[in-house]
């Protein structure tokens, strides 16, 4: 079934009602014009009484004048009224012939009446009245008053034929009638009760269909502007409150949704600032220990007589103390690079597999605890890049591979190249990433697991190689089975020319 | 190193995993203490019920136990309970500090620390017990 807006029902619902209305109007009104014309049919009955009556009043009148004449022995005066009456006869007649004229049965009886009156004048009075003339007797003899009797019961039997006629008539119609009445009250009753009852239906469905889903509506809105932002209507409400329902819903839930993202920023902020406190502090722990040895043996060296090689000794500790407390305000310098919008690349075009040959030279010939595997290409790699950034990126990952591999743990180094793009992979055999922190390791101040350990750190190494490596239109991610270590990949783009110095 | 103190000289056991700063220790007491060292918790506390010696400076931050562990095992142990113990650590806020002493620490020497400030708490350290 095709869904019907709102409007579209109420105006059915409307249309409805207006035809149901519509009906019992037009069945009162044929009721009305049948009734009106029952009347006209009653009052025409009425006349035709009034005429037959007359009819025949002037026939018994004619039977009086001649019996009144033959008996009064020739009285010219009940000749008179006799000659009136016979006049008024064909008028009263004609009138009768008229108000049956469209009805045949009863036309003919109106026909047959005249014809006895024509009979019982031309054939009896006329001949009653010439003998009476000659013999006044056999005029008023018994044989005459039969042969009048027989002729005027026939002319009344007539009448009264049309009399009765009529008046069976006239009962039919008024059974008619109130037939008609009573059908016309049965109607307007139903129709009544009908459009009272739709109009109730209406309401009640307005009722269900409208008012009740506004107010739910109207609800759930005073609970959101509580701050309950859970609550749901139930959807498949009518067209355009159905809409309206629907439209709270995805309001909710969208509101929902960018109140969860800002909780979860909120926390993430929170988590950072506790990281950067985390990092004050640490920061002021990883600078105490190189600290302490450059005061304590420059302290010594300047109170105390060491023996020459002793003494060159002390000072190459702190010599590298002091370069530890160097690389670390590096790492803070890079931070805020980082903040402040990112690095200034000097690109050039170099050889991937020399510095990683470069790299692991430096940073293995400190460490006997530590084997490397060195697995590059013969031809060298090159790319497009700012060399010592690249440089800080490999550098980065190497201490980290060293520094979280056990001792006697294999570090494992990968140059090649992959779609015109140079691959560069440091594998460790250390615990490894769980996956919950895989992604963030690369944030700032981020330490995972190593935070709750002894292994130095800044949290930074890896965020500043993201920021060189994407700078340089690349990627970094990293792979990690817990328990068998982690691999760091980075890709650059491979340099279009060759590498300019040796 | 374990027989030093045959000649004399008070018992100290280093106990901090940074070479470099174990060997400045070493270096700033070397004169007036016979060193034993340790790079972790475990190795001090198999040295320390070998021959308790008579005085120990303690690293917090270690890989394996920490010194706060140690120190609760030493003071735990009716023979290691009386050894001097000097906490030296990095970490130094008030709290670090009171969970040391807690823990039964009887001083503590906050990293980047003096020279002179180690040999004279050691120093003390070893007299009061005498």
């Known amino acids: 079934m095709r869904r019907l807006s709102l409007v579209g029902r109420v105006a059915l619902l409307a249309s409805v009602v207006a035809l149901v209305v519509g009906v019992i109007v037009a069945s009162a009104l044929v009721a009305i014009l049948s009734l009106r014309h029952s009347e006209a049919r009653e009052s025409q009955a009425k006349d035709v009484t009034v005429a037959t009556l007359r ?34 006869l064909p008028g009263a007649l004609a009138g009768l012939n008229r108000l049956v004229a469209d009805d045949p049965a009863q036309l003919r009886r109106a026909h047959a009446a005249a014809e006895e009156l024509r009979g019982y004048l031309q054939d009896y009075v006329d001949n009653v009245i010439v003998i009476a ?22 002319i009344r039997n007539t009448l009264d034929l049309i009399l009765a006629t009529e008046n069976t008539r006239s009962q039919h119609r008024a059974v008619h009638t109130r037939a008609v009445a009573r059908t016309a009250e049965i109607i307007g009753i139903v129709g009544l009760a009908g459009s009272a009852l739709l109009v109730l239906l209406f309401g009640a469905w307005v009722a269900h269909g409208v008012a009740r889903p506004l107010r739910q509506t109207a609800e759930a809105a005073t609970d959101v502007a509580r701050g309950d932002l859970s609550v749901r209507l139930d959807e498949g409400g009518v067209g355009e409150v159905g809409a309206l329902v629907s439209a709270f819903n995805s309001m909710t839930r969208s509101l929902e949704v960018s ?24 920061v002021s722990h990883e600078l105490r220990t190189p600290l302490s040895a ?3 043996f420059t302290s010594l060296l300047l109170e105390r007589d060491f023996p020459g090689d002793e003494q060159r000794r002390y000072l190459e500790i702190v010599d590298t103390q002091a370069r530890r407390l160097a690389t670390l305000a590096g790492d803070f310098l890079d931070v805020q690079l980082l903040e402040g919008g990112g690095f200034e690349l000097e690109l050039a075009p170099f050889d991937l597999v020399e510095l990683a040959r470069e790299q692991t030279r430096l940073f293995f010939s400190h460490s006997e605890s530590h084997g490397l595997v060195l697995d590059v290409p013969d031809e060298p790699v090159i790319v497009n890049g700012d060399r010592d950034r690249l440089a800080q990126v490999v550098g980065n990952l190497l201490s980290n591979a060293i520094k979280y591999s056990p001792d006697g743990g294999e570090v494992r180094v990968v140059v090649g190249e992959r779609g015109g793009r140079a691959i560069f992979s440091v594998s460790d055999s250390g615990l490894g990433i769980p996956p919950e922190d895989r992604e963030r390791v690369f944030d700032k101040f981020f330490r ?55 | 190193m374990n027989g030093a103190g045959a000649d004399g000289r008070p018992r100290a056991l280093i106990v901090e995993d940074e070479d470099t700063l174990r060997e400045l220790i070493v270096v700033t007491l070397g004169e007036a203490f016979a060193c034993i060292e340790a790079t972790d918790g475990d190795t001090a506390l198999a040295l320390l019920r070998e021959s308790p010696p008579d005085l120990m400076l303690l690293d917090v931050a270690m890989p394996g136990l920490s010194g706060i562990d140690v120190l609760r095992e030493m003071r735990a142990d009716p023979v290691l309970k009386e050894v001097p113990v000097c906490v030296v650590s990095a970490w130094q806020s008030p709290g670090d500090v009171a969970k040391a002493l807690e823990a039964g620490a009887d001083r503590f020497l906050a990293k980047p620390f003096r020279v002179d400030e180690l040999a004279s708490i050691a120093r003390s350290l070893v007299e009061r017990r005498r």
């Open chain 1, 55 to 88: 009819v025949q009043e002037l026939a018994v009148e004619i039977q009086s004048s001649l019996r009144g004449y033959v008996l009064s022995s020739r009285n010219q005066r009940f000749l008179t009224s006799l000659r009136d009456q016979r006049d008024e």
């Open chain 1, 133 to 154: 003339r000659i013999s006044p007797a056999v005029a008023a003899g018994p044989a005459s008053g039969d042969e009048d009797r027989y002729r005027t019961q026939q």
């Open chain 1, 259 to 282: 109140r969860r993202e800002l909780l979860l920023q909120n926390e993430r902020l929170r988590e950072s600032e506790q990281h950067k406190r985390d990092l004050i502090s640490m």
């Open chain 1, 294 to 296: 450059v005061l304590g």
């Open chain 1, 448 to 502: 995972g697991a190593a935070k709750t350990t002894t292994v130095g750190g800044t949290g930074l190494g890896l965020a500043v190689a993201r920021e060189i490596v994407t700078t340089h239109g690349g990627t970094i991610d990293v792979e990690s089975t817990p328990g068998h270590g982690s691999t760091f990949t980075f890709e650059v783009p491979l340099s279009l020319t060759p590498a300019v110095s040796a």
